[in-house]
């Protein structure tokens, strides 16, 4: 069964990536994507963990979940990614692992980190040239954000306007419209490896706050600034050997 990695803290948001076996195409099917999704909403719903944000590609996924106790991220994803895959390899008559051995954790801040955070997953299918918008890829979470999905909705929409701090569902929409913008607008759309790679990336104090309830784990961590676009800096701590994407 999917191992997390060893840092999952109650009460706080994460950045949950975990590949197929292999890198292989095991979400290739709609279909597949399909049974994904409603595990992940019975699964939400069953252990109470709210999902602010996902992204289902062919290889791999991503979700932004909040944590609000210990060890039901790892319950739900058991469900989700198990019941994923006991299907699958039925259909298929299939034997083996269907998922990589540890799916990864990376500790968001919220405020203007979640909205990039966001940003970032919704725009993996136009990063890899499959669509040239976020509305034209169905797996994802910018079609129910924007209201468009109206049944079988997985999103905690209220929790995700307390995390980014707005007040209402309109000014939510039109700033992420505007932040989708901006990243639309580039020439070049690179990866940004401190949303997969990192343990928490966000603001320097809340780094600081990481790495203290982290306590004795953080000589085994890596602190580092990156510049953003508006001037100021986005900070991540790593281990020193990658868990996802290396």
Known sequence: MPRANRYILPQQLYHITHRCHDRSYLLRFSKDRNVYREWLREGSRRYGVPILGYCLTSTHIHLIAYSKKEGAISRLNQLVEGSTAQQYNKRKERKGAYWEDRFHCTLIDTGRYLW?????????????????HPDQWE?????????????????????????????????????????????????????EPQWTESLAVGGELFIDSVKEL????????????????????????REKKANYGS
Do not use: F
């Open 116 to 132: 990039n955070c966001l940003i970032y997953i919704d725009l993996n299918m136009v990063r890899a040239g499959v669509v040239n």
């Open 139 to 191: 797996w994802s979470s910018y079609r129910e954000l924007m209201g468009k999905r109206k049944r079988y909705r997985i999103l905690d929409l209220a929790l995700l306007m307390d995390k980014c701090h707005v007040n209402s569902i309109n000014e939510l929409r039109e700033k992420y419209q505007l932040i989708l913008g901006s990243y639309l607008d580039r020439d070049v759309m690179i990866r």
């Open 214 to 237: 982290l306590g004795a784990r953080r000589t085994a961590l890596l602190e580092e600034e990156i510049p953003s676009d508006d001037g100021s800096s986005i900070w991540s701590i």
